[in-house]
């Protein structure tokens, strides 16, 4: 049987399955509508996420300086899951740069990435279709064909409409438009996955003042189709995305032609917009809470007040109003905790584990912005943690909690500057320096280890203690904690250098995190104690 949300929906298929997914769901438990998570839940930007047909959700993302791509499988919205590198751009050629937000879709039978690439020269940039080599969406993909556009054109997506046939929407520059002095929404019908068909239809011939920040004459984008209860409506990104003030707008169809621009109503006010100290949410999708009852907006916005393409990706779940209309009210602040999408699963309690830190499978990423301050190689997991200060980058152990436990690893501080952690009881991490609530073991280029706790915002020291070794060194930790009591060790394994007792939190789940550092981790262990 399928699950629930793919029953339900994909974020470009939008008929409510609200009746099937009722049979699925239980009453929850008292500790599991208490389990909470926090924004930004991820790094990255333009998500598209979709549900593939063995229920798992499903996305893509640029990396490597946006000449290449990576695709994602995960089952929860708050944690986007084990990934593969997908697609290198060519060496050369019109495709070899630029490869913007790339969309996954599983159509006829088999997968496609819909992105965008040029050959260095953002003029000339082209809707580019990947289609993947063998049935699995984390394989390879190879580039299957270009989309014959009018001109310069980005941010594509596919649907199907009431009327069955498929629609690819796209941002675009109209002809005879000065270069890159407004963009538009455009639709064709699709032949195929690979082929437009018939006339081109502009959908943004009126643009409202709020469209218009940083672009004068109007910047639409990141269109993402919703269809729900005969209802068929568009979100889309609007202003400057490097803007404070980019946001989302709306447009209902009123009809069943989605070729007859003048059946396109957008609503004169943002859908979404800044508030409470997020920047700049626009470009995301919907997409249903894991049990399929709740609907819930996936959307980036920037670390910088000012705007930025520094981007983190955070979630915002979505009711409707009596007329048929999505409701998401304003953005929630960053480390705000709020109950996690319906269906999620809980966290098991922790089980012996080793990790010899040869691929990231097992790791929750939590870590800066641009995804290039992590990596797995040769049994060591580097963290360069030293790229903006704002961040301390983490992993956490994927699925498990432990309450009584003891954790050993070896670890290292690459040129002697900032701080090694180690994380234990975290509930509710998301990006960002101080974002999660536990304990913190620090090893500091200042040759002092540091036990302290955190509560979302505020790191309180608990006890320090001197390390006379050089941190430049592979150094043995070890962690324990039994109850309130809580011990740290450093290369003498018999002997705590710290013993506190601390009843603040009592169980988490566990990982590592650098601060203003580069630093490199091995041989990670765990294993649940007896109280």
């Given amino acids: ?88 751009a060519p060496a050369d050629g019109p495709y070899r740069a630029q490869w913007w937000a790339p969309e996954i879709h599983y159509l006829d039978g088999s997968w496609y ?70 963009q538009h929404l455009f639709v064709s019908e699709m032949a195929s996955p690979t082929k437009l068909v018939g006339e081109v239809v502009d959908l943004s011939t009126k643009m409202y003042p709020w469209e218009t920040a940083g672009r004068p004459a109007g910047l639409n984008e990141g269109a993402q189709v919703l269809r729900r209860n005969g209802k068929t409506m568009i979100i889309y990104a609007a202003s400057g995305s490097w803007t404070p003030d980019y946001c989302f707008g709306l447009m209902t169809l009123e009809g069943n032609d989605p070729l007859d621009a003048s059946a396109w109503k957008k609503q004169p006010k943002p859908w979404f917009s800044r508030a409470n100290d997020v920047y700049g949410p626009g470009h995301g999708c919907l997409i249903a809470s894991p049990d399929g009852t709740e609907d819930w907006l996936a959307f980036h916005s920037s670390i910088d007040p000012k705007g930025s393409w520094n981007r983190c990706i955070s979630l915002k779940k979505v009711t409707w109003n009596d007329d048929g209309l999505p409701v998401p009210g304003e953005p929630a602040a960053w480390g705000e905790p709020m109950p996690v999408p319906s269906g999620e699963a809980m966290p098991k309690s922790g089980v012996p584990f080793a990790d010899a830190l040869t691929s990231p499978d097992r790791w929750q990423e939590l870590h800066f912005y641009n995804g290039r301050t992590l990596s797995f190689q040769d049994g060591t997991c580097e963290l360069r943690a030293d790229r903006d200060p704002r961040f301390g980058d983490k992993i956490l152990l994927r699925g498990y909690e432990y309450d009584n436990l003891e954790l050993e690893t070896q670890l290292r501080i690459e040129r002697n500057k900032g701080a090694a952690g180690i994380l234990f009881r975290v509930q509710s991490a998301g990006v960002g320096r101080n974002n999660f609530e536990g304990y913190l073991v620090n090893l500091t280029s200042g040759n ?12 309180t020291a608990l006890a320090k203690a001197p390390v006379v070794e050089d941190i430049g060194q592979w150094l043995d930790v070890r962690v324990t904690a039994q109850g309130s009591q809580l011990k740290v060790f450093v290369t003498d394994m018999q002997t705590a250098k710290i013993t506190v007792k601390d009843e603040t939190f009592s169980k988490g789940k566990l990982g590592v995190r650098g601060e203003d550092a580069r630093v490199e981790f091995r041989q990670l262990s765990f294993k649940p104690l007896e109280p």
């Fill in 1 to 88: 049987m399928k699950s629930p949300r793919l029953i339900a929906r994909n974020c470009s298929s939008y008929a409510l399955a609200t009746m099937v997914a009722a049979l699925f769901v239980g009453v929850a438990s008292a500790e599991e509508s208490a389990q909470t998570f926090v924004n930004p839940v991820y790094a990255g930007q333009d998500p598209y996420i979709m549900v593939g047909p063995d229920g798992a959700y499903y996305q893509a993302a640029s990396i490597r300086d946006d000449r290449g791509i990576r695709v994602y499988r995960s089952e929860s919205l708050t944690d986007r899951g084990i990934h593969r590198d997908v697609f290198s």
């Fill in 448 to 459: 002092e280890v540091v036990l302290s706790r955190c509560d979302g915002e505020k790191i």
């Fill in 113 to 182: 990435i819909y992105s965008c690439a040029d050959d260095g020269d953002n003029a000339k940039h082209r809707v580019v279709v990947l289609k993947a080599d063998s049935d699995d969406p984390l394989g390879s993909y190879s580039i299957a064909a270009e989309l014959e556009t009018p001109a310069w054109a980005i941010d594509a997506t596919v649907a199907t409409f009431d009327n069955g046939k498929r629609y690819c929407i796209w941002s675009g520059w109209p002809v005879g438009s000065e270069p890159d002095s407004t």
